[in-house]
Every structure is written in C-alpha cells, then in structure tokens.
C-alpha cells in the first residue's frame, strides 16, 4: 500500500468533478487501500479520491467506532435535515477550521467494494463528514459550504499565510 500526497487548495483537480465508477475491479480495490492508508496517514476522518489527484467518484472515511473505514462508491446524498454550526476543517485546507454551518443529519446512498448497495446516515460529525465528502466529489470544497462574508475573510487568511505575512 502506498499514501499518497494530498491536493491542497488551489490545485484544479479539487474543483473538478469526479466522474462515475463502473466496474470495481482490483485497480479500484488497490486505489481505496491506498486512500485510506492516506487517510489515516494525514491524520483525517475522511478522505476523497480527487484529494489524491483521481477523478473517480470514491471517498473513504472512518466513523471513529469498532469497525474501521468504510468506502462510498458512486455516493449520493439523498436526504439531509435540520441544521447545525460546527468547527470543520479539511486535509486539502490544511491547519484552517472555520465554524460552518450544515444540515445536521444527512443519508448517502452509494456502493461498496463488493459491489452491493449500502446507505450510511448519521448526525453530527459522521453526517458532516458524509456532506463533506460528496461535495469534494462534485468538486467542491468546505470554503463553498461558508456563508459568502465569511468565506472572504476565510479566503483572505488563506491567502495572507500562503504569502508568508
């Protein structure tokens, strides 16, 4: 298995939308290894495959409980509800959290390694991490989830510390 290195704000290929996987074969099965060594490597919740430069739709992340990391392929968010204000970052973001605000509970549909249909859910921080990494997915980032006056300022930290001042 391999980590490898995370796309980081700015780089294309996160603001690129992830196209669809067919058939799961050992390529894909060696490339999600890979992303979750990444993930786990980072250290991070969750992780998307166009974070690693692929532009396949497939996100991994680890619910922190007995089971270990779970693998979404082709997911969807197909229902979310209510509304709650939490400090979020990103591995593509590195060293920045901001309070954003997300629906508090969301269902993905997607499909796992073996092919089969599962549907994850939750609240808090597993359905933040779920919104999270679809909108990664369809090419977006946290910065996008922000209200616009508080994604300036975000954007204009960003860029004051990636010019050294």
């Known amino acids: 298995m391999s980590v490898f290195p995370i796309r980081v704000y700015g780089d294309p290929v996160l603001r690129t939308e992830t196209k669809e996987v067919g058939e799961i074969d050992d390529s894909i099965r060696r490339l999600v290894a890979d992303m979750i ?3 786990y490597d980072a250290p991070g919740v969750g992780l998307a495959a166009n974070q690693v430069g692929v532009g396949r ?7 922190q409980d007995d089971l270990g990391a779970r693998v979404m392929i082709n997911p969807r968010v197909v229902h979310t509800e209510g509304e709650f204000e ?4 990103c591995l593509s ?5 901001w309070p954003i605000t997300r629906p508090e509970y969301a269902v ?6 073996e092919g089969e249909a599962v549907t994850y859910e939750g609240d808090g921080l597993i359905g933040r ?3 999270h990494e679809c909108g990664h997915l369809d090419g977006g980032l946290l910065l996008d989830a922000m209200v616009k006056k508080e994604r300036k300022k975000a954007l204009a930290e960003i860029n004051r510390e990636s010019m050294g001042l």
């Open 57 to 63: 739709r497939i996100a991994v992340f680890d619910p």
């Open 86 to 89: 939490m400090e979020e970052g």
């Open 129 to 131: 991490v779920l919104q």
């Open 93 to 97: 973001v590195p060293g920045y959290f």
């Open 108 to 113: 993905v549909e997607a499909t796992n390694l």
């Open 37 to 39: 060594e990444t993930m």
